[in-house]
């Protein structure tokens, strides 16, 4: 696509509490664009919480949601994505996502991950015994996918507003820069 701007929306990546959700509203505040939580339309779609569908139905009934939606978002413009965070592990996934959004990755340690998790009862994968070591897990299983990110941004100790202003600046940069 030499000399054509197919970057049309913003793809947020990580784990669960890195920030997606969080930045990727203020990110879309800011560029007027509008934001979409693909837990959220899943949850809109099933009629039910993302807990119960992963109760009641198993997490591959949820992961076929997941893989239904990222098709769909091929046609949006002027989004912001924000995605489950294990929807970039499978391949197909971020590979559709690249063909129309600049990905990025929000990066945060385990200890920090926790930290902003732990207060929360909706994630299903980290009610477990040790929390904290399943985040550990999950994360070192899913780095080389987070990592094939277009742009990787560490949220250690950078406040929402931070992390939005770097991701727009980075989203503009490579929509002036031909593909
Ligand atoms: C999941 C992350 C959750 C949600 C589901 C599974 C995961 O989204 O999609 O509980 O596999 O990491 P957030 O990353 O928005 O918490």
């Excluded at 559709?96 to 732990?118: D, G, N, Q």
């Amino acid at each position: 696509m030499i000399g054509t701007h197919s970057i049309r929306n913003l793809a947020l990546i990580g784990f669960m509490g890195s920030g997606k959700s969080s930045v990727g509203r203020l990110a879309a505040d800011l560029l007027h664009f509008t934001f979409l939580d693909t837990d959220h339309v899943i949850e809109a779609r099933a009629g039910k919480s993302i807990t119960d569908i992963f109760q009641q139905d198993g997490e591959p009934i949820f992961r076929d949601w997941e893989r239904r939606i990222v098709e769909e978002l091929t046609r949006r413009e002027k989004t912001v994505i924000a995605t489950g965070g294990g929807m970039p592990a499978i391949e197909v996934n971020l590979a559709s996502l690249k063909t129309h959004a600049l990905v990025v990755c929000l990066w945060a340690s385990p200890e920090t991950i926790w930290e902003r998790v732990r207060g929360h009862a909706h994630r299903p994968l980290l009610n477990e015994a040790d929390p904290l070591e399943r985040i550990r897990q999950l994360l070192t299983a899913r780095e080389p996918h987070y990592r094939q990110a277009g742009v990787l941004v560490n949220t250690e100790r950078r406040s929402v507003r931070e992390v939005a202003q770097h991701v727009i600046h980075q989203f503009q940069m490579a929509q002036s820069t031909p593909r």
